[in-house]
């Protein structure tokens, strides 16, 4: 099979005196992209300030749909300026004279061998899952070229980078210095690191469109949802007993430490809840009928928000009867890995008597497990809003 990547290439051509080039004289394959040949090459480019713009741009935008600080490499070459969760043609080529996948598909040509199409190179760019991220980005000064360093693995917190800069007759120069999140804070770092979010629709994304008056937020709209099913009947001459409907809400999740290292961003909490979200039957009969439901939806929490209680308006239950008894719950932060799920029951009441539902709460292998257990429906009870810790997390509930 055909392979066309980069890390060799970029390898060699970034620093050509001390380079190191894999490549053989006839053949077309290279070693898989690499994130530090990918920085030596971003370091390599004849950036200006319209460049700093568009990642500046890029990363907002992202930033703004509840994604992290990002600028994935299939935004960077299909729609410059672009952010993750932003729709196709948001920003456009126009509105950059010379964006940044310009720079690089003049960088391509100038030294990829003969053999190697430069637009397979850029497909292949796109296709894979690299990305700029650009922490505290917010706090750019508008005028300050970035150091541009890599994740280099391994829960690492330090590396090295490329500090870029013009001089006063125009001149881009690259220094090499060390780099830890301390730099970051002060001034602007992009990092080459592989995207974990992009493929999930974070919680902020609706509630942003909410306020736009075009999304209701619940968690019915997230990946994964499969609703309650009415089983309830009433016999002929009898009156259907008077229980209560209210909503579980989800108000505010504080973070009390970040998961990954400053290199790999922020953190991505998987919130899921399992119930018999509706039910009102009266017979174990009913119950067998019934589907339970699962609310499974992710919150991203940038790193700078660690310790601070970030509101949300979130739907656990969207029908907490009377009948509830006990919730399964799991929070997790997103590694990746094989899809695998937890086992678990939800309760609820039938003539006073409590029976289990088996639910199956999906993680993947990789992920940090913050919490999980059973939630009794009087935690939720016992006043208008409850708090409490599940791990390293701390989130507060209303039960409307």
Request: charged fraction near 25%.
């Amino acid at each position: 099979m055909k392979r066309l990547a980069l890390a060799a290439l970029l390898l060699a051509a970034c620093t050509p005196e001390n380079a190191l080039d894999l490549r053989t004289d006839d053949t077309t394959e290279y070693e898989d992209l690499n994130l530090e040949s990918l920085a030596k090459m971003f370091a390599a480019l004849p950036i200006d300030s319209s460049h700093l713009q568009e990642v500046y741009d890029a990363v907002g935008a992202s930033s703004g749909n509840g994604y992290d600080e990002e600028y994935t490499m299939d935004r960077l070459i299909a729609d410059p300026g672009s952010g993750v969760g932003s729709s196709p043609g948001t920003r456009s080529a126009g509105n950059y004279d010379n964006p940044l996948r310009n720079l690089i598909r003049d960088y391509l040509e100038e030294n990829a061998p003969t053999k190697v199409s430069v637009e397979d190179l850029l497909e292949q760019l796109a296709r894979s899952d690299y990305q700029l991220y650009w922490p505290y980005s917010e706090d750019w000064d508008g005028i300050t070229y970035p150091i541009i360093t890599f994740d280099p693995g391994f829960g690492a917190e330090s590396n090295y980078g490329y500090a870029l800069s013009r001089l006063e007759d125009g001149t881009l120069v690259s220094d090499s210095v060390y780099v830890d999140e301390g730099v970051a804070k002060k001034r602007p770092v992009w990092v080459l690191n592989s995207n974990s979010d992009a493929a999930f629709t974070p919680l902020e994304f609706f509630s942003h469109t909410k306020a736009n008056g075009t999304e209701e937020v619940s968690g019915r709209l997230w990946p994964l949802r499969t609703g309650g099913r009415e089983t309830s009947s009433v016999p002929p001459g009898e009156t259907a007993p008077q229980l209560k409907h209210r909503r579980l809400m989800l108000k505010s999740l504080k973070m009390l430490r970040n998961y990954d290292t400053w290199f790999g961003g922020a953190s991505e909490f998987w919130i899921k809840c399992g119930s018999a979200d509706g039910f009102t039957g009266s017979t174990e009969a009913e119950l067998k009928l019934f589907t339970p439901s699962i609310t499974d939806f992710v919150v991203v929490v940038k790193r700078k928000y660690v310790g601070k209680a970030l509101p949300f308006e979130a739907i656990l239950v969207s029908d907490f009867t009377s009948q509830l008894d006990k919730l399964a719950f799991l929070v997790t932060e997103d590694d990746g890995g094989t899809r695998t799920s937890w086992k678990c029951d939800a309760t609820v009441k039938i003539q006073s008597k409590s029976y289990g539902i088996t639910l199956d709460l999906p993680y993947n292998q990789k992920d940090d497990i913050v919490w999980r257990g059973q939630l009794a429906a009087r935690f939720f009870e016992e006043e208008d809003t409850v708090r409490g810790r599940f791990g390293d997390v701390e989130i507060e509930f209303e039960l409307e």
